[in-house]
């Protein structure tokens, strides 16, 4: 699986469980700092952002782990019961 495709299964699955889930369509916070909802698209914006950066994270991460992993390299230092075999 290729980076485009991980990144493309990473998304569908971030968007479907934000579709499953309860939460608030618009936010905005007011003059004094709290938060109402059905005010505006700054909730949107924000959560939009944040689940692009969170997808891109998990493709790298996931492309990471199933990378073949490098072959391990012999220690070069050697201990006192292996020099004297």
Known sequence: MDKEQLAKMIAE???AALKA??????FFITANGRGVT???DL?????????GVVTVALTDIFQTLMAPAAPAKP??????????K
């Open 75 to 84: 220690s070069e230092k050697i201990t006192k019961n292996q020099a004297k």
């Open 38 to 40: 059905d005010g505006g």
């Open 13 to 15: 699955k971030i968007d």
């Open 43 to 51: 909730y949107n914006a924000v959560l939009k952002d944040v689940l």
């Open 21 to 26: 889930s309860d939460h608030p369509k618009k």
